[in-house]
């Protein structure tokens, strides 16, 4: 090929790992082959797709041109030449065989396996008649049916051409239905619960925008989807039997903000004043973006251990020196509260379907990076059978690759050249200019459109490392061993095959040249023998997901894993458990905050209403308000968002202790009805505290601030008590207190200050407001039984109130003026007592 500067290279020295050889270097058309030098040692092989990051470095001291690659599956490796010529070659020529511009240029397209394959059925693996027909689709249940709506992909582009929906939905109210959801991804029917009829469906948010959009098909497809457990073996409808739950839940993976922030754009979340018999819940787990630069952390912390390796030097064998990775940065990083995030999520989804026999609905902004992640885990949980070397290979098939992942895009297939850094330094003997030239050509480089980087997101490596903790966790529960899955990792991004190559199922399949013809698929790679064996777990015990166990560990196949029991894949980041996790389980990974549950749009800080910005925040109630309970023992499982699908009156009565660290101490008043709540309402992000006091500002404002308040409230109290004491009389008769050194009985002796009763701190005019009525002379004794006041004012009209520094403290702050202790009088506290009794008389 033209592309091919050079394509032998002799004497190159190799540094990967703590290991330095000397070899030969072969470039093909798609791969890099190092041969090490000696007969015993195997050749490195390199396919170009897996290539990530190639940086030419400047000269070393002792004359060699070093080349540095960074693949995607985590492996580090430099090549030292002793002629520059020859590494400009090399680098210029890997160059041109890595960047692709179209997906038929990648290696699946021209690989042929040698030998063959003994298996062969790898396109046709799944079935989607077979599969939902397993399930109970159209057997063991009616209320779903199969439908071919999409069967051209206009329907929805992005979806595969058959879909099951409710028997009741017909095909002309998906067709409305589908205008109302982003990209036209309607709920579907994913997973029907073996146990019972839970089910999880999936679809993508919907377009509510700021005008608070509604669509009566949508929610007439969503009403018909939780209600299809009513009868089952019918497909008509009918009343809901008895025993049925309410507990159906939709889940939004997104954090509320980012919500929020679709709504501007057109899209949003439901309003749940339109949704009947569900509530919603809010995961918190953060986009594509975030989960990139997470990584990117933990590559670099991985990068910087071997350069730091590197520049120690090596032993007397001649070997690098191995140095351990920063755990610190390893942690900073938030890779395992993503993955735990994600785990927390599946949980929620498993208990609401198994538990709960509910319905749930999942979707995030276009339904398919979290989406599939939850789907594909809750369901890994939930069946067995998805357990299995075929059965997790169907649930790929199903989840990932048929309803649309965008493997193209998050993968980056087609890589960019701006992958390829050379430094200025190594411009050769072309002088000053052309050293300008190189660097102003890497700065344009670097600030040129980077929508297509964009998109990469190391999405469905995220969902392989959550399987991973799940088989660290049950590892008796999984056919496949953790070989499997690392050699999934690898094939995911080095294009050797057709499987994941595309976006969507209709790409698949108009595909020219034909995808089926021209590529292999990774299961028949996987499934063929040996192989096949090799990734088979020997611990494997399928007795123990057997439903009819009655043993106490019995659990009927479901899987319940610790959301926070999360560790690094050591093995596919090349270190060792101790290197990357630490001898012992330090400080478990912080979540996200999960909010939920929404059962109305008033309760949703993710929809925009007048009432809602007019009156107060969002009583949204966080699930960290959870009322506190003794704490469980560590191996129990999380139940943060557990109990989502229990009825308001049964979630006062027995709340779940969370086994997620970042659930907080909890606020009672979370578990009132919203009607109930009034001035207790929270702030829809914010920690709950368990008291709902205002802060005390004067604590931080220093003492002298909290000084001047104190003597200025002493003032006042000491003038408020003088005036007090001059309303003596009636009030010194009505509280059987010798108050002033007046008679105890007799009359007033003047009109201002006869007859008023000692009103409290908030009954008292304030100042520049009308005076009250002064009551009637008279005199009154404690002794004659009177069960009313003849003498109370009938004035019902409450008085202004000006604020005032007297009072009311605007720091929050406790008064210093001390208050006389009487015994509580009825008659003063309701006036309106004796006007009530006389009208009775």
């Known amino acids: 090929m033209d592309a091919i500067r050079v394509s032998k290279v002799t004497g190159v020295v190799l540094h990967k790992g703590p290991r330095t050889s000397t070899g030969t270097l072969h470039l093909t058309a798609h791969h890099i082959i190092f041969s090490y030098d000696g007969d015993s040692a195997q050749e490195l092989w390199v396919p170009y797709p897996l290539i990530n990051l190639v940086t030419r470095l400047p000269q070393t001291f002792r004359g060699r041109c070093p080349i540095s690659f960074r693949c995607r599956n985590f492996e580090l490796f430099s090549l030292y030449f002793d002629k520059e010529s020859d590494a400009i070659d090399v680098f210029e020529s890997v160059k041109e065989l890595t960047v692709a511009i179209s997906v038929t240029q990648l290696y699946a397209f021209f690989y042929t396996p040698n030998p063959s394959n003994t298996a062969s059925d790898g396109w046709t693996l799944y079935s989607p008649r077979e599969e939902f027909g397993r399930m109970g689709v159209g057997t063991r249940s009616k209320a779903w049916r199969y439908t071919d709506i999409n069967k051209d992909y206009e329907f929805c582009p992005t979806y595969p051409a058959r879909l099951v929906v409710p028997t009741r939905i017909s095909d002309t109210t998906l067709q409305y239905a589908v205008k109302y959801r982003s990209k036209g991804r309607i709920p579907a029917l994913t997973y029907l619960h073996w146990a019972n009829y839970g089910s999880i469906t999936r679809s993508s948010q919907p377009m509510v925008g700021l005008t608070n959009s509604r669509s009566i098909q949508d929610e007439k497809l969503i009403e018909a989807i939780f209600q299809s457990h009513y009868s089952p073996e019918s497909r008509a409808a009918s009343a809901p039997i008895f025993g049925a739950t309410a507990a159906n839940l939709i889940i939004d993976a997104r954090p509320t903000a980012n919500a929020m922030a679709n709504t501007a754009k057109g899209a949003g979340t439901e309003n749940m004043d339109y949704y009947k018999d569900c509530r919603k819940a809010y995961l918190g787990i953060d986009n594509i973006h975030a989960m990139r630069d997470s990584l990117t952390k933990v590559v670099e912390a991985l990068r910087d251990a071997e350069a730091l390796a590197a520049s120690v030097g090596e032993d007397s064998d001649g070997n690098t020196v191995v140095l351990p990775v920063d755990r610190q940065a390893l942690r900073k990083s938030g890779w395992l509260r993503h993955i735990s995030a994600i785990l927390e999520g599946s949980l929620v989804i498993v208990r609401n379907v198994h538990i709960k026999a509910s319905h749930v609905l999942i979707h995030c902004s276009d339904g398919w990076d979290r989406t599939s992640q939850l789907s594909a885990i809750s369901q890994l949980c939930l069946d067995p059978f998805y357990r299995t070397l075929r059965g997790f290979q169907v649930l790929v098939e199903k989840d990932w690759v048929s309803f649309g992942h965008r493997f193209l895009d998050r993968c980056g297939h087609l890589s960019s050249d701006k992958f390829f850094i050379a430094s200025p330094e190594n411009t050769g003997g072309g002088g000053g200019a052309e050293a300008a030239q190189a660097f102003f050509a890497s700065v344009q480089n670097r600030f040129a459109s980077n929508h297509h980087l964009k998109e990469t997101s190391p999405v469905f490596h995220q969902f392989l490392e959550a399987v991973r903790n799940i088989q660290r966790q049950y590892p008796e529960r999984f056919e496949f061993d953790e070989r499997f899955l690392r050699d999934l990792h690898y094939h995911l991004y080095s294009c050797q095959f057709g499987t994941f190559l595309f ?72 270190r060792g458990d101790e290197e990357m996790n630490g001898r012992y389980v330090a400080q478990l990974p912080q979540g996200v905050e999960l909010t939920g549950p929404v059962e109305n749009a008033e309760d949703d800080p993710a929809v925009p209403h007048l009432k809602v910005l007019r009156d107060s925040p969002s009583p949204i109630t966080p699930l960290a308000t959870l009322p506190p309970v003794p704490p469980t023992p560590p191996l129990a499982t999380a139940k943060s968002m557990v109990e989502l699908g229990t009825p308001p009156s049964a979630r006062a009565e027995s709340l779940p202790q969370s086994k997620s660290q970042f659930l907080s101490s909890p606020s009672s008043s979370s578990l009132r009805p919203s009607h109930e709540q009034g001035r207790q309402r929270t702030l829809p992000l914010s920690p709950s505290s368990s008291s709902l006091s205002q802060p005390d500002f004067l604590s931080s404002a220093g003492g002298g601030l909290r000084s001047m308040w104190g003597k200025l409230s002493s003032n006042a109290s000491n003038a408020f008590s003088a005036v007090q004491d001059a309303y003596g009389g009636l009030a010194n008769d009505l509280r059987g207190l010798n108050l002033g050194a007046g008679p105890s009985s007799g009359s007033l002796s003047s009109p201002v200050g006869g007859g008023g009763e000692l009103r409290g701190h908030e009954e008292l005019p304030a100042w520049g407001g009308q005076p009250t009525e002064a009551p009637r002379r008279g005199t009154f004794s404690t002794g004659s039984g009177f069960a009313s006041n003849p003498w109370a004012t009938t004035s019902t009209r409450p008085p202004r109130h000006i604020p005032s520094i007297y009072d009311e403290n605007p720091w929050g702050t406790k008064s210093t003026r001390t208050t006389r202790s009487f015994d509580r009088d009825p008659l003063i506290t309701f006036p309106n007592a004796y006007v009530k009794k006389r009208s009775v008389q």
């Open 503 to 574: 976006n969507s199922e209709k790409e698949r399949r108009e595909c020219v040249p034909s995808l089926v013809e021209r590529t292999t698929p990774i299961w028949d790679f996987i499934n063929s023998e040996p192989r096949r064996t090799q990734y088979i777990n020997p611990d494997f015990k399928p007795e123990l997901d057997d439903p009819s166990r009655r043993e106490r560990d019995a659990d009927q196949g479901v899987l319940l894993p610790n959301p926070r029991d999360v560790r690094f894949w050591n093995e596919l980041y090349g």
